[in-house]
């Protein structure tokens, strides 16, 4: 079937726009929340453990059944399995998995969107007060600007890979690392700075716990957009002459870099602000955490730059977060879309309205659970808790899922995609894979302890997140 895909048009643009996904709100919002209430250095540890030597290899494994079967997930898993059903099944829950995140990613991005406006329009000291939070995602002016979110995601999505994702992908990246240096030297120089920054670079082992380790690797299989088939859908737009493991290593860097940065400017200001922290206090911290520190960070700059400068900073800032945020959304969505042109025969245009309705019904849902509605506030109990709507997607689909979908691409990888198919595919390119230490690597490593360790992790995450259980204390 000729089917008109698409294609990156560079290396450099498959970086980009990888990278565009990988960047977003878990970095920027998530990895700072999980870093302050897992233990600070003992999170940023384990997680960078992680990063390396679990996720670089599944994130390479994503990208090369991609592009070795150019299709979206379910097709590239049923093509090399002869179409297996079970592993029909396995591409489905890539897919199902990316449309919950998009919907409450969704919610998320309309109040930074709201931040934003509202920096712009001289309302930061509003912002930086800790009620107005709670007071702004609970009113109904939220739809509003949803609205409009919803008409810039799936106008860029009509407007294909390259048009869409890669150009927008272009300019910010740099720009957002600039800010980010910029802040972190402000930061640097408050009063009592130094006891959140030992907080985030002084590991203290006694802080180590199953929570810990299933946190880690959560958040690195969400930043990095792994195990979802995003990898294997933009894989399936990656050339046959590029190095796919140079590119990963590029975006994997990046990726953990913004989020080590973000930590960075945030730890040290909560402690900065609240010289009385007390590490044992932010355990219990969640999403707001961020959205009243990082006010507070530029409200604390008119000192030096006035009221006006600060708000000009604020504004340059959220915009950076607000179209991180979108190249990560508009990523998402593309699965999927992706997922209804391959196998349903589906027009881009009628795949890109079909996911508009179905994402903004639900995403509408998850934002009525902020005191809107109070059935969806108090959704559900579990894990020892009420929860609401928005959370049980959060949780599920952020917090235990990714690492059973990386589970599922080890072991399809190591045993099921036979003769080498694997080493044979990401040596496309580059000759000198074949033989070379990663490869010795990837061929001992996916099939044996990180499925394992994936697999734990995943069951681990059940246990504590819905029972309130750590299998650990077990050990
Ligand atoms: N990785 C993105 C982030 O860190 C989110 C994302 C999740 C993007 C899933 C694509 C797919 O914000």
């Known amino acids: 079937m000729a089917i008109d895909r698409g294609q990156f048009s560079s290396r450099l643009g498959f970086i980009l726009a990888a990278a565009g996904s990988a960047v977003g709100l878990g970095n920027l919002v998530a990895f700072p929340v999980m870093a302050s209430k897992n233990g600070g250095a003992v999170f940023l540890l384990v997680y960078i453990l992680f990063v390396a030597f679990i996720c670089f290899p599944v994130m390479l494994s994503e990208i090369a059944l991609g592009r070795h079967t150019q299709r979206s997930p379910v097709g590239a898993f049923s093509n090399l399995s002869a179409g297996h059903s079970g592993w029909r099944l396995a591409g489905k829950l890539a897919i199902v998995t990316p449309f919950m995140i998009a919907v409450f990613y969704t919610v998320v991005t309309v109040w930074i969107a709201i931040f934003l406006l509202r920096a712009v329009s001289g309302g930061l000291t509003e912002l930086a007060e800790e009620a107005s939070f709670s007071t702004m995602i609970g009113s109904p002016t939220v739809f509003i600007y949803f609205v409009v979110?919803?008409?810039?995601?799936?106008?860029?999505?009509?407007?294909?890979?390259?048009?869409?994702?890669?150009?927008?992908?272009?300019?910010?990246?740099?720009?957002?690392?600039?800010?980010?240096?910029?802040?972190?030297?402000?930061?640097?120089?408050?009063?009592?700075?130094?006891?959140?920054?030992?907080?985030?670079?002084?590991?203290?082992?006694?802080?180590?716990?199953?929570?810990?380790?299933?946190?880690?690797?959560n958040q690195a299989f969400f930043s990095l957009s792994l195990g979802m088939g995003i990898l294997i859908t933009y894989g399936s737009y990656f050339g046959r002459k590029d190095r796919i493991v140079a590119s990963t290593r590029m975006v994997a860097f990046a990726d953990t870099s913004v989020a080590f940065l973000a930590g960075l400017m945030i730890l040290p200001a909560i402690f900065s602000f609240n010289p009385a922290t007390n590490p044992e206090d932010l355990s219990s911290s969640s999403i707001g955490l961020i959205f009243t520190y990082l006010p507070q960070i530029f409200l604390s700059m008119q000192t030096v730059v006035g009221y006006f400068g600060a708000s000009v900073v604020a504004t340059i800032f959220f915009a950076l977060v607000f179209f991180a945020a979108l190249t990560s959304l508009v990523s998402i969505l593309e699965i999927p879309i992706a997922y209804m042109v391959d196998e349903w025969s589906f027009s881009r245009r009628k795949a890109v309205l079909i996911q508009a309705g179905l994402v903004s019904s639900f995403a509408v849902l998850a934002a009525m659970s902020f005191g809107m509605s109070g059935f969806l506030t108090e959704f559900i109990t579990y894990g020892g808790g009420q929860k609401s709507f928005f959370d049980l997607l959060a949780d599920t689909f952020s917090e235990v899922i990714l690492p059973f979908v990386g589970f599922l691409v080890c072991i399809f990888c190591a045993y099921r995609w036979k003769n080498g198919g694997l080493s044979a595919e990401l040596a496309v390119g580059d000759s000198g894979f074949i033989g070379s230490a990663l490869d010795k690597y990837l061929n001992f490593a996916l099939r044996t302890f990180i499925p394992v360790v994936l697999l734990f992790v995943f069951i681990n995450s059940v246990s504590v997140k819905y029972f309130a259980f750590d299998l650990v204390g077990l050990f």
């Open 149 to 217: 979110l919803q008409i810039m995601v799936f106008g860029i999505l009509l407007g294909g890979v390259k048009g869409g994702i890669e150009r927008l992908a272009r300019v910010l990246m740099p720009s957002l690392m600039v800010m980010l240096l910029g802040l972190i030297a402000f930061v640097l120089t408050l009063d009592n700075a130094s006891a959140g920054l030992r907080y985030y670079l002084i590991p203290d082992f006694s802080q180590l716990s199953g929570s810990v380790v299933n946190a880690a690797l």
